[in-house]
């Protein structure tokens, strides 16, 4: 797995110009191209937020997507998505997110 890679590539789609642009004009292509494993590819194009978020990816980065409306993620959607990828937490009741993992009770 490549999360640092994965991390990365929204670093750059945060703060570099040009890889953001070609990120907009053809993403898939511009994951493609990286350093990636074939299911860190597939959760990136198909924007499973949730599944990138229990691989390891920082919550963070994976708010870029959404920022920049990548791969179907977007303002309205991301909290949603990002919450299929976690157990449940009660403090989700109260309208705000865990600050970190809370596993389950057993």
């Given at each position: 797995m490549s999360i640092y890679q994965i991390n990365k590539m929204f670093y750059?789609?945060?703060?570099?110009?040009?890889?953001?642009?070609?990120?907009?004009?053809d993403p898939e292509t511009t994951v493609n191209s990286l350093p990636l494993s074939g299911a860190e590819i597939e959760a990136i194009v198909t924007g499973d937020v949730g599944l990138l978020y229990?691989?390891?990816?920082h919550t963070f980065c994976l708010n870029?997507?959404?920022?920049?409306?990548?791969?179907?993620?977007?303002?309205?959607?991301?909290?949603?998505?990002?919450?299929?990828?976690?157990?449940y937490d009660p403090r989700f009741e109260l309208g705000s997110m865990p600050i970190q993992y809370v596993p389950k009770s057993s």
């Open positions: 750059l789609m945060d703060n570099d110009p040009i890889f953001r642009q070609k990120m907009s004009d229990r691989m390891g990816v870029h997507m959404a920022r920049y409306e990548m791969f179907g993620v977007n303002r309205a959607n991301y909290l949603d998505r990002i919450r299929d990828g976690m157990d």
